[in-house]
């Protein structure tokens, strides 16, 4: 299907549809935006081209007073409901964002620093976020709930702990290694609303991190080698002391499968391309 005969046909659908200007149908409104956005790329025609620009323009101007709009019902404390309506019971395995990450991105507003040395130490990796579903699917796996402390080690911009908070209560905290990546993580937490007692980063090296009475580690391998071994060692202490859960994403979960002071009712605890959720063995 060439360009010049799709994008014409897709800017008379939505021009016909009235459906996008729903505030409630970002999920309309992305795929759109994607569709066009991807037609425009060698569509010739300055009118067209207008056209398309300007349907995409109408719909960023209506995402932008949702996002608003979500952002009011969170600091009211309504997160939970404000976000359930795209929050998916199904979760794709993989690395892949999807519409709840874009979503999220424009509620949470985190602004992404220029960080002068992005290459990380040995053993350390690289800032990514972890895909939202997966978030969702780590609240869901290991059942946390308003009563639980949750740490995320190596918590980057703050997805983690913020969306943890929002949708269960639990008391979220994040540790990274990256100052500039706190700061940014706790300015969108101020500007949502979320106190401290809720939610709080700490710029520090996860081998340092204050464990006591921490319910729920959540780890989206954040390091590997002799520094996951060294916090893997603190946080076995702290399973001596209580019952606790491991969130893994990624390929720490490896290392966690071989820990005999944990357990998983995973088929496939090793697996690397969804949650994994381990408990301490009793
Ligand atoms: C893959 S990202 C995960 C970010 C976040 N937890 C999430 O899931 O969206 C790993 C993060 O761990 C941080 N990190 C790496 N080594 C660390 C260490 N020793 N102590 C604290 N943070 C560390 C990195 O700077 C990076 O931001």
């Keep these: 299907m060439g360009d010049a005969a799709t994008l014409p046909s897709m800017i008379a659908a939505l021009t016909a549809d009235p459906g996008w200007r729903e505030p409630m149908a970002f999920l309309y409104r992305a795929e759109a935006i994607d569709q066009l956005d991807l037609h425009l790329v060698g569509a010739s025609g300055a009118s067209l081209r207008a056209q398309a620009e300007g349907l ?19 600091r009211r404390g309504e997160a939970r409901q404000a976000l359930s309506p795209w929050i998916a019971s199904e979760v794709m395995p993989g690395q892949h964002y999807d519409a709840l990450d874009a979503l999220l991105a424009g509620v949470l507003a985190i602004d992404e620093p220029d960080v002068a040395d992005p290459a990380p130490p040995p053993e350390m990796v690289f800032y990514q976020p972890s895909p939202a579903r997966h978030i969702v699917d780590g609240i869901r796996r290991a059942s946390i709930s308003a009563s639980d402390a949750v740490l995320d080690l190596g918590s980057g911009l703050g997805h983690v702990p913020m969306l943890v908070h929002m949708l269960t209560g639990a008391r979220a905290r994040g540790v990274e290694r990256e100052p500039a990546y706190v700061d940014s993580a706790a300015r969108a937490a101020f500007g949502l609303g979320l106190g401290r007692g809720e939610v709080a980063f700490t710029a520090m090296d996860a081998r340092d991190a204050d464990m006591t009475g921490v319910d729920v580690f959540y780890l989206f391998t954040p390091f590997l080698g002799t520094v996951l071994r060294d916090v893997l ?29 944990l357990h998983s009712r995973d088929p496939d605890p090793a697996a690397t391309d969804r949650i994994v959720v381990f408990r301490s063995s009793p």
């Design 56 to 74: 995409i323009e109408a719909m960023e101007a209506i995402d932008r007073e949702l996002f608003d709009f979500l952002r009011g019902r969170i």
């Design 233 to 261: 060692a603190k946080i076995e202490t702290e399973a001596s002391r209580r019952p606790l859960r491991v969130v893994a994403l990624g390929p720490c979960a490896r290392s966690f499968a071989r820990m005999p002071w």
